[in-house]
Structures are given as structure tokens and as C-alpha cells.
């Protein structure tokens, strides 16, 4: 059965690194003796993995980066939990493809091992990176991704500010192109906020309401705390 | 000679559609009796040709939409100018591939056809759009573009909110990011700035300055109104 936890961003205006969603990592790596950490979308992954390291030691959940494996896919195979690490989803997914990590990581997740993302660790929990907001900088040989739920999600999600005088397109317009060519649903996932996803169950958390698109419906903003696991169901 | 004319954005606070550079669009196109226009970024192909036709009416420029071609390729080959106009770059990118346009365009571009771009039709001149800010919506066969220049431009430069509390990557972030990469320098084009390239020169016009991004070294701001021909130089 999987176990998702999948976060918005480790940021949040006001508080440390992943802070503010500490007691929901707690519960999900219940029992857990040490998580693998996937630091592939940033550069610098000794840096990365001390952060992490750092921001969860108060949960007392250890922290091991794959990137010191000799067999990354090893490492993936014999994990207790995974946190799959924000930054940018395009090197996060060239680099799991790169190093064949793609089919071991769905298949741990589906089989029951605690998987978190964060902000592009979450879109990688998706059909595709196709609702990123990250910048194309590698070419990754798809966008498919890990296909552990069957809807999108946007991290980050940003409301438009009325006062801006920018003529990029804003997040919700971003999110419209999307439909106009893909039938897949979209979470729009503010900061703060995250999905809990328990085998065929799914619950919004956080301190922020959701905002759902969807093709040919007026997208619509659902509660924090709403058991939405509807967005699991087969089409 | 390559006749090129790349705008950061067709829209700019206060300012109506290509209103800001319609002058710059008049001398770029002289002598042209019809341009041929390039919709694929946005979804709605009528709709935009009737706005950029009415955008450019003062000009006398008159436009004619590459959607109305029985065969695109002809249309390119017999163009006096051409105007790839803003939208997905994703989406834009694909279609052309799909159209099998990229090379025609080009060989067109570096013969002397005057083509303009902006924002996404400007992301095309580049060698790859791994500078874009647009949403991987639609998936291309590759991200290289038509390679009308030998440097990366990222339209819509947008300064750091100092007042924002969102915690996605600033432009800048994502710039950096891009360089971590790759080597090829990025030229941040503000919106109401563009590019004039005639052969070999190359200057920037509009008013806002520019910043340009190089691997290794800290980003520089340039004035508009300068000549920024080493930007076409051979590394």
C-alpha cells in the first residue's frame, strides 16, 4: 500500500526548513531507522544532505544521501523510507533516469515504503513533471515520472497579485495552457500545505486551502483538512 | 545577414500590445509587403492573428497566419518576414517540430528574412529553450530551438520581490541554476527591452537595461542603449 507524503515546498515565509509539516514527517517515518535522501535536484548534494540532516534531527529520523552509494539502486532497494528533495525537477528526473532509478523507486513507493517530496520530490510522485515550475535547464530523455498517483500537483502554488504590473502569464494561466492540452487534473498546492496519501485515501493538510483544476470545469479552491481522495479514483 | 529583432514581451505595463516597439517593428520590416506570422505558442490561432494584426494595423504592416497555409513549409520558404509570437514555448517548440519547420525557419532567419520574436518566438531564436519560463505543458522531441544566435535570452527578466515571502526560486535562482549546467551566457531581457541584430552587431534597444548571466562570474547589468555585438562572438 503506499504512503505519500507530498509537500508543497520545504519553505515557508516564517518558518526553518521543513518546520512547519515536522510532526506529519514524524508520523510517516514511524518506525523508521534511517530515510534515503535524494538530493539530485540541487548541485551541491553534501550540502544538501547536511540541511536536511540538521532540519530533522529534532524528529530523530536519521538521514543517508543515496549520493554516497556505490549502487544507488542498492540503496533504493533496501530503503526503509525515501525523501525525494526540492530544486529543480528537470535535473531531479534527467538524473533518475541517468541512473536507471525511475522503475526502483515507483516500484518501492507502491510496495510500501514511506515516500515524501518535496516541492519538485513531489512532482516527481506525479504522471509527468508537465506542471513543474522549474526552468528546462537538462533535457531528461522524458517527462514521465514516478506515476505513483494519477493526478498532477503545482507546488507552490502563487495566487496572481493584482498589483503586479508583470506581463508573465500568472500561475493560474500557466495552469490553464496545461489543460488545454492534458486531461489530467491539477492540484494547485500552496506553500504550507501538503497531501497525505494512505493507499486509496488522500487528505489536504496544512495551514492552506487547495485549488483544483480541471478541464472544462471552473478550477475550485478545497479546504485544508478535506479528504479528497476522490482525486485517487479511476477517471 | 540574419535580421533579427527579439522582444522580451509583446505586452508592457501601460502600454498597449507591441504599442511600445512599434516603431522598432516598422524599420525592422520596411519594404515587406506581408509578414508571415507564427500563432503556434497559443492555443486559439484566429484569435491571436486578429490581434496582431490589429496591434500592427498602424504600421501597415498587413500579417497573414502560417495556420491558413495548405503547406506551411511553402509558406516559409516564399516569406518576405516572419513573426513567431509569444505564448507556451513548449507548445510552440513542439509544433514546429511536428511541422517539421525548425530547419526551414532557420535557413530562412540566416539568408536574411527578417524574423522577429518575442518572449516564446524570442526563446526560439536561442540555441535551446532551457532559458524559458514556460510550463513543460507539451512535451517536444528536444529542447534545441532554431539557433539563430549563439547565446541563451530569458524573456521577462523579472528583479527579486525584497517583499515577497513565496519561496519558489527568484529569476535569478533559476538563472544560476541553468549555469550549473550549462556554459552558454544568458542575456536577461527585461519586458519593453529587445535585441536588434543585423550580422554581426548586435544592440539593446527598449527601456530597461539588461543583466547578462556568464558561468564563473557574477551578473552584469548593461545599459539599453548599448552595443552588445560581443554577445555574437565565438567563444
Known amino acids: ?57 529534532p524528529t530523530g529520523i536519521k538521514i543517508r544521501s543515496i549520493h554516497h552509494a556505490d549502487d544507488p539502486l542498492e540503496a533504493i532497494n533496501g530503503a526503509q523510507g525515501i525523501f525525494v528533495g526540492g530544486g529543480n525537477s528537470f535535473r531531479l528526473l534527467k538524473t533518475l533516469y541517468d541512473l536507471d532509478l525511475i522503475g526502483p523507486i515507483r516500484e518501492a513507493a507502491l510496495r510500501g515504503v514511506p515516500y515524501m517530496g518535496s516541492s519538485a520530490g513531489t512532482n516527481m510522485a506525479c504522471p509527468t513533471i508537465r506542471t513543474t515550475n522549474d526552468m528546462p535547464i537538462v533535457e531528461p530523455p522524458s517527462l514521465d515520472a514516478l506515476k505513483l498517483i494519477p493526478f498532477q500537483i503545482n507546488p507552490h502554488y502563487l495566487d496572481a497579485d493584482p498589483n503586479s504590473s508583470h506581463k508573465g502569464e500568472t500561475r493560474m494561466q500557466r495552469l490553464q495552457e496545461y489543460l488545454e492540452e492534458n486531461s489530467v487534473p491539477v492540484v494547485g498546492l500552496r506553500e ?38 476522490f482525486l485517487l479514483m479511476p477517471k
Request: net charge negative; glycine share 8%.
Open 1 to 57: 500500500m503506499r504512503r505519500l507524503l507530498l509537500i508543497s515546498s520545504s519553505r515557508v515565509h516564517g518558518s526553518g526548513f521543513l518546520e512547519f509539516c515536522r510532526e506529519a514527517i514524524s508520523e510517516h517515518f514511524a518506525g523508521v531507522d534511517e530515510v534515503l535522501f535524494v538530493p539530485y535536484a540541487l548541485a551541491d548534494r553534501h550540502e544538501y544532505e547536511a540541511l536536511v540532516a540538521d532540519a530533522l534531527e
Open 192 to 229: 504550507g500545505s501538503w497531501l497525505e496519501i494512505a493507499g486509496e485515501t488522500c487528505w489536504l493538510r496544512g495551514n492552506k486551502d487547495m485549488i483544483l483544476f480541471r478541464q472544462g470545469i471552473d478550477a475550485v479552491e478545497i479546504n485544508t483538512g478535506s479528504d479528497v481522495s
